[in-house]
């Protein structure tokens, strides 16, 4: 069958390709794509081409499909999975697999499987090692935002604390303990902070910072203060521009911090988690960098005196995904604010190679029809010459601005096919 998808044939080389889509094996299930959103993962693989690590070499001969962030439906099923998935069940994939003892994952390295596509063969790998994950949901694009908030999760879940004397370690955030987020008014940061305010293992006081005032004040205003409170949890928004280790300790009380969480790959943040740990603090650096070289001071009398410790975490596993989802479904998240722009398969190729200089949130795309990437706060002006966009701009407006399912159905069912 023919299909679409953006592809990488090289460094900064991606292309919206139409080719032959080969029939699936008996090992295989070929899905239909309807949804998927653009991690900067992919940014960072499509600049670096077959340097990156999850990229093979051959991809000038193989090129792979970009995108692993999706969601949609089953539409074929290989013989060997018949007794296991039914045509026509929606689902979601964990792409973080283990592929022949090498790093390369859907959305990186396959030829025939990825998300920025119409349609993607899925490996046997996804299947074998429980990576294609049912979905119940209504919404497509919660499903493609399970990925990234398994990556959230994962990284509450990697912290851990110790005890003197006892050589084992405490796994999770400090429960009823104090949690910053540093740099964590994006989209990972925001999803971050309704994770922390709804999961089952709160802190006591949320601290989050930005530089950026009109992003503070667009966090504060999905995940407020109130509902955190109702949770337990006192959330404190801070613009850390100026004074930022002191105006960080003296909102602790000059306790500090027994998590703390970086979530931009800048030093000058990296270095500000570490001055705020506690005791036996725990420092995740979240945020992947470009630069291999990246580096930053960290004290290391602390390390030694005060048990402070550092962790990094790339990705969430298939029981943080699975978690993901059951608390979407039991709308305990509502990942909606992650998401600022919107667009179909023909916007990605652009929208991947620009990613940093394009402000906002997640962008997510659907892959099945033509759109312009366009913001949410864009709709209304974008409504003038277009009707489409004028419709989502009334039914966006009225959930806060932010997209949802009611959108995502209009959408669909109006939009021009690719």
Same mark, same amino acid.
């Given at each position: ?6 592809r990488m044939h090289g460094q900064n080389d991606l292309r919206l390709d139409t080719f ?139 912290q851990y604390h110790t005890k003197p004397g006892v050589y084992t370690h405490e796994m ?43 992003? @503070?004040?667009?966090? *504060? ?10 949770? =337990?949890? !006192? #959330? $404190? &928004?801070? %613009? ?104 179909? @398969?023909?916007?990605? *190729? ?10 906002? =949130?997640? !962008? #997510? $795309? &659907?892959? %099945? ?50």
């Amino acid at each position: 069958m023919l299909n679409k998808a953006v592809r990488m044939h090289g460094q900064n080389d991606l292309r919206l390709d139409t080719f032959e889509l080969p029939e699936i094996k008996d090992d295989e299930i070929l899905v239909k794509v309807i949804s998927d959103s653009i991690c900067m993962s992919s940014y960072k693989a499509a600049i670096q081409g077959s340097n990156h690590k999850r990229v093979p070499t051959y991809i000038d001969e193989h090129p792979a499909i970009i995108g692993h962030e999706f969601c949609g439906i089953i539409e074929k099923i290989g013989a060997k999975w018949q007794d296991r998935y039914a045509v026509g069940d929606k689902f979601t994939i964990q792409p973080n697999i283990a592929y022949k003892d090498t790093m390369m994952t859907p959305g990186y390295a396959f030829e025939f499987c990825g998300g920025d596509s119409q349609y993607a063969v899925l490996l046997p790998e996804v299947m074998e090692q429980d990576c294609l994950l049912k979905y119940r949901g209504r919404e497509f694009f919660y499903g493609s935002l399970s990925e990234p908030l398994s990556c959230i999760i994962g990284t509450f879940h990697a912290q851990y604390h110790t005890k003197p004397g006892v050589y084992t370690h405490e796994m999770g955030i400090r429960e009823g303990g104090n949690l910053a987020i540093l740099a964590g008014a994006g989209p990972m940061g925001l999803g971050a902070i309704d994770y922390a305010i709804h999961c089952d293992r709160k802190p006591g006081l949320l601290v989050v910072t930005d530089i950026d005032q009109a992003r @503070l004040d667009r966090a *504060a205003s999905i995940y407020t203060a109130e509902e955190a409170k109702k949770n =337990g949890v !006192k #959330l $404190v &928004y801070a %613009n850390t521009r100026e004074n930022a280790v002191q105006t960080l300790m003296d909102i602790s009380g000059g306790k500090g911090y027994d998590d703390v969480m970086v979530f931009a790959p800048v030093p000058a943040v990296i270095e500000q988690g570490d001055a705020i740990l506690a005791f036996d603090g725990c420092l995740n650096f979240f945020a992947g960098p470009t630069n291999p070289a990246l580096s930053a001071n960290f004290n290391f009398y602390n390390v030694h005196y005060a048990a402070h410790h550092l962790v990094g975490t790339s990705g969430g596993n298939t029981d943080d995904m699975m978690e993901a989802l059951e608390m979407i479904a039991e709308g305990k998240m509502n990942p909606s604010g992650m998401i600022t722009h919107v667009g179909g @398969l023909n916007a990605v *190729a652009e929208t991947t190679l620009n990613l940093p200089k394009i402000p906002g =949130g997640k !962008k #997510l $795309v &659907y892959t %099945n029809i033509k759109l312009p990437l366009t913001a949410i706060d864009d709709f209304a002006k974008a409504g003038e010459d277009n009707p489409i966009f004028a419709k989502l701009a009334e039914i966006c407006g009225r959930n806060n601005n932010l997209w949802c399912g009611e959108a995502e159905a209009y959408l669909l069912a109006n939009a021009e096919k690719i």
